[in-house]
């Protein structure tokens, strides 16, 4: 399985970027999809995720209300389209591919992409 992410970029605070993350080499609309990040000095922490059809999401509460998961199975690829950038938001942000669950655990994700950077300034 490949994860391939991009998208990330330099914005400024209230602005937006959206993520891809193209799939391969899994029956992709099986399989929960989601996107962790992690800013230098801190922990890894879970943004969103969604289920095989797309209609299952879930959102970290730091996130919620500005960010947008979504996922087309046609094409392989889940988006995070990302509204009201701030500066804390700024982190590498990495896709992930669920086994089963839909989950906030990484633990729980078997596949990782390599990560696309996003950088917010004040």
């Known amino acids: 399985v490949q994860l391939q992410a991009s998208g990330g970029g330099l914005v400024q605070a209230g602005g937006s970027l959206r993520l891809s993350c193209a799939a391969s080499?899994?029956?992709?609309?099986?399989?929960?999809m989601g996107w962790f990040r992690q800013a230098p000095g801190k922990e890894r922490e879970f943004v969103s995720a969604?289920?095989?059809?797309?209609?299952?999401?879930m959102y970290a509460d730091s996130v919620k209300g500005r960010f947008t998961i979504s996922r087309d199975n046609a094409k392989n690829t889940v988006y995070l389209q990302m509204n009201n950038l701030k500066p804390e938001d700024t982190a590498v942000y990495y896709c992930?591919?669920?086994?089963?669950?839909?989950?906030?655990?990484?633990?729980?994700?078997?596949?990782w992409g390599q990560g696309t950077q996003v950088t917010v300034s004040s």
């Open positions: 992930v591919s669920s086994p089963s669950l839909l989950t906030r655990s990484s633990n729980l994700y078997d596949y």
């Open positions: 080499g899994r029956t992709f609309s099986s399989y929960p």
């Open positions: 969604v289920g095989g059809s797309g209609s299952r999401k």
